[in-house]
């Protein structure tokens, strides 16, 4: 370490130099370097994947509830005290329900398959599952609140110039 003012050399612990007299500052601390910013971002991107498995876990799950619950709507098995159109059968013919509840059933299965392949494409940090992740937080930033926040903050990791070289990197 040198004295800021005359250029002489100070030890370790020197409060004042002893050739000029000046105050010596607290040293710098120092900058992190790739490496931690790389293990630092590789954690993150690590968090979001078991976010979008969990996210592809839980679409399932609300789908299959969903659906089976107008399944039984449409169906009219809940009883006589239903009031409706369907409230003593089926669709009537010539209805869309069956060929809506099915399209539900597709789009229910596709919105899961692009979680999981965002979720395993981080994870493994492959090139591909950044661009699928950022494709499934667009779509996803409809379904409030949770898909809202995952979109976001998918969106705020990988999105950027710094975040695309640091994923590069990994």
Sequence with gaps: MYCSGCGQVLTPGQTTCPQCG??????VPVVPGLAYQLESYSGKVKALSIVWFVYAALSVAWGLAGLAFAGMVFSGQFGPWMN????HGPFPPGMLGPAFIRF????????????????????????????????????????????TALGIWTLVVLLGYRNTTLYEQL
């Excluded at 000046?22 to 040293?27: D, F, K, L, T, W």
């Excluded at 409706?84 to 409230?87: K, L, V, Y």
């Design 22 to 27: 000046r105050a010596v500052g607290a040293p």
């Design 84 to 87: 409706g159109p369907w409230a």
């Design 104 to 147: 539900a059933w597709i789009a229910v299965l596709v919105r899961a398959g692009l979680a999981l392949a965002a979720g395993w494409g981080l994870y493994e940090h492959a090139q591909w599952g950044r661009i699928v992740a950022i494709v499934a937080a667009i779509l996803s930033l409809l379904k409030f609140p949770l898909g």
